[in-house]
């Protein structure tokens, strides 16, 4: 069983479409992220999730927003897409916070034409 | 602010020959430090990581890094690497304040071993 799945893999859209990621985990965990990755391989966090609150905001445009329905989820809503939007989009899952480790996802590369 | 720097881009190196691939971190509080592996097209995956103690840290697939507090460093090492190594590579660490946790990565360094 896949323990971090995001749908869809690939996504190519228009600008100024509204788009959702989705993202599962399966390992019981109580904290969920989205990463950014852009062109040039960069990660940078987006949000994360504990227990249903997000936590963390870093300065990333309000048109992104992270919506979980239940411990096991947490999706991307992005309205207004941007051609710099275009990047690979993470999900990650870790037990708690602090030293513990990251699960990733395979990834969500969004293109925006 | 903490923030690591991966000392360079792009590693080329021959099959079986041995590897380092440079981390520096900069951090005033206790620092945990993380190296993952991204292979092509797929998510990352945890190498190895340094919480506390001993500072020679080992991980998956024979990979190993050391903790070295005085140059703030978390370098990471294999002695001899197969072609299945090229991927790439982030050296990250953990920032814990109240609002809670992230990893705030380095730039990567490509590793492309070759026969």
């Known amino acids: 069983d896949t323990a971090v799945s995001q749908t869809p893999k690939y996504l190519v859209t228009q600008m100024g479409n509204d788009k959702s990621i989705k993202c599962e985990q399966n390992?019981?965990?109580?904290?969920m992220y989205w990463y950014k990755q852009d062109s040039k391989k960069f990660l940078k966090i987006m949000f994360s999730?504990?227990?249903?609150?997000?936590?963390i905001n870093e300065t990333v445009p309000n048109r992104f927003s992270p919506k979980s329905p239940d411990k096991a989820h947490l999706n991307l809503h992005i309205n207004s897409l941007e051609l710099g939007d275009s990047a690979v989009y993470f999900c990650?899952?870790?037990?708690?916070?602090?030293?513990?480790?990251?699960?990733f996802g395979p990834g969500t590369r969004l293109t925006v034409l | 602010a903490q923030s690591v720097t991966q000392l360079d881009s792009q590693v080329p190196v021959f099959e079986e020959a041995p590897v380092e691939l440079r981390c520096n971190y900069s951090?005033?509080?206790?620092?945990?430090l993380f190296w993952y592996v991204q292979y092509p097209n797929q998510g990352l995956q945890l190498l190895l990581k340094?919480?506390?103690?001993?500072?020679l840290v080992k991980g998956i697939n024979g990979f190993e890094a050391e903790f070295n507090k005085s140059q703030t460093s978390f370098h990471l090492r294999k002695p001899s690497v197969h072609i299945s190594d090229t991927a790439e590579y982030f050296c990250?660490?953990?920032?814990?304040?109240?609002?809670?946790?992230?990893?705030?990565f380095g730039k990567g360094t490509t590793l492309s071993v070759s026969s």
């Open positions: 990650a899952s870790s037990p708690g916070w602090g030293t513990d480790t990251q699960y």
């Open positions: 390992l019981g965990h109580d904290t």
């Open positions: 999730y504990n227990n249903k609150e997000l936590i």
């Open positions: 951090s005033s509080v206790s620092v945990y």
């Open positions: 340094y919480l506390s103690g001993s500072t």
């Open positions: 990250a660490v953990s920032v814990t304040n109240q609002a809670g946790t992230a990893l705030i």
